[in-house]
């Protein structure tokens, strides 16, 4: 079903992971892409291979850092100049930040977290909400993480960063509704993606498919999440169908978050 077909859809953080998953999903189901992604050859090879398994798909690709304003301000424009609207907005791009606790935390590491996962994910609302604004018409949809509902372990600027992405998320949607604008957050859980295997390097640098097994174990499901299966969700959130489900953060994690 083409359930996205001719809607223009920006993706951040588009390169690996649930950025690339959510690019490979929606062009099967019809939409056209900007990508966005500060890795450049990622972004190039994430192109070919979506490319090869939707040959009609429309993709333009743009390198930019999210944390910055100006590269944002860019990767809006690029992609108005070349598809004359933006229909959805997967505010994706994020990153985790080393593991310490709080007071051993990394200052320079904070700020770096901050700057990305939260300014960058305002900068992108801030810049795409005046052309969905101009069609009446929009889709956003943040990443947030269990961490933007739940406490991490040593995880504290990454945990704060996606609170702030909740908080963001429930604003917008507030004040932008009555333009047609449906904004909501994904929390997934830990969905096996190039940053959670870095993670479990960092838990167990001797034996990260241990950690991996550990953490699978705490899992109702037993099992770590797939990025197809969130990226399923987020297109749904991008769609037309999801017009009263506004301002919610939306757990993806096989139930975890609701064990205590
Ligand atoms: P990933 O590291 O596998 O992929 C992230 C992509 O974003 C990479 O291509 C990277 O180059 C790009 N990127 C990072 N910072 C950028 C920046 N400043 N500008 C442009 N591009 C940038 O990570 P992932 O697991 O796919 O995570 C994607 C999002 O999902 C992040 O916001 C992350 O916090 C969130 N998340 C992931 C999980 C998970 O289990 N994988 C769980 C909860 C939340």
């Given at each position: 079903?083409?359930?996205?077909?001719?809607?223009?859809?920006?993706?951040?953080?588009?390169?690996?992971?649930?950025?690339?998953?959510?690019?490979?999903?929606?062009?099967?189901?019809?939409?056209?892409?900007?990508?966005?992604?500060?890795?450049?050859?990622?972004?190039?090879?994430?192109?070919?291979?979506?490319?090869?398994?939707?040959?009609?798909?429309?993709?333009?690709?743009?390198?930019?850092?999210?944390?910055?304003?100006?590269?944002?301000?860019?990767?809006?424009?690029?992609?108005?100049?070349?598809?004359?609207?933006?229909?959805?907005?997967?505010?994706?791009?994020?990153?985790?930040?080393?593991?310490?606790?709080?007071?051993?935390?990394?200052a320079e590491v904070f700020k770096k977290?901050?700057?990305?996962?939260?300014?960058?994910?305002?900068?992108?609302?801030?810049?795409?909400?005046?052309?969905?604004?101009?069609?009446n018409y929009g889709r956003i949809v943040?990443?947030?993480?269990?961490?933007?509902?739940?406490?991490?372990?040593?995880?504290?600027?990454?945990?704060?960063s996606k609170h702030a992405v909740a908080?963001?998320?429930?604003?917008?949607?507030?004040?932008?509704?009555?333009?047609?604008?449906?904004?909501?957050?994904?929390?997934?859980?830990?969905?096996?993606?190039?940053?959670?295997?870095?993670?479990?390097?960092?838990?167990?640098?001797?034996?990260?498919?241990?950690?991996?097994?550990?953490?699978?174990?705490?899992?109702?499901?037993?099992?770590?999440?797939?990025?197809?299966?969130?990226?399923?969700?987020?297109?749904?959130?991008?769609?037309?169908?999801?017009?009263?489900?506004?301002?919610?953060?939306?757990?993806?994690?096989?139930?975890?978050?609701?064990?205590?």
């Amino acid at each position: 079903m083409n359930y996205l077909k001719d809607k223009v859809v920006l993706i951040t953080g588009a390169a690996m992971g649930l950025g690339f998953a959510t690019a490979v999903e929606a062009a099967a189901v019809g939409a056209k892409l900007a990508l966005v992604d500060y890795n450049a050859e990622g972004l190039k090879k994430a192109k070919a291979q979506i490319s090869e398994q939707s040959p009609a798909a429309e993709i333009l690709t743009i390198v930019a850092d999210t944390s910055s304003e100006e590269q944002v301000q860019n990767y809006v424009e690029q992609t108005i100049n070349k598809f004359g609207a933006i229909d959805g907005f997967y505010n994706n791009a994020g990153i985790e930040g080393k593991q310490a606790p709080l007071a051993d935390y990394d200052a320079e590491v904070f700020k770096k977290v901050i700057d990305i996962n939260l300014l960058g994910v305002y900068y992108g609302i801030k810049h795409v909400l005046p052309h969905m604004q101009n069609k009446n018409y929009g889709r956003i949809v943040n990443v947030a993480s269990v961490g933007g509902i739940r406490g991490v372990m040593n995880q504290t600027p990454y945990v704060a960063s996606k609170h702030a992405v909740a908080g963001i998320t429930k604003n917008t949607a507030l004040e932008y509704a009555k333009f047609g604008i449906v904004t909501n957050a994904i929390a997934p859980g830990a969905i096996l993606t190039p940053m959670v295997a870095g993670a479990f390097k960092q838990v167990n640098p001797s034996d990260p498919a241990a950690a991996e097994k550990e953490y699978a174990q705490a899992n109702p499901t037993k099992r770590l999440g797939k990025p197809e299966e969130v990226a399923k969700v987020v297109c749904f959130l991008l769609s037309d169908a999801c017009s009263y489900v506004n301002g919610q953060v939306i757990a993806i994690d096989g139930g975890q978050s609701n064990s205590y």
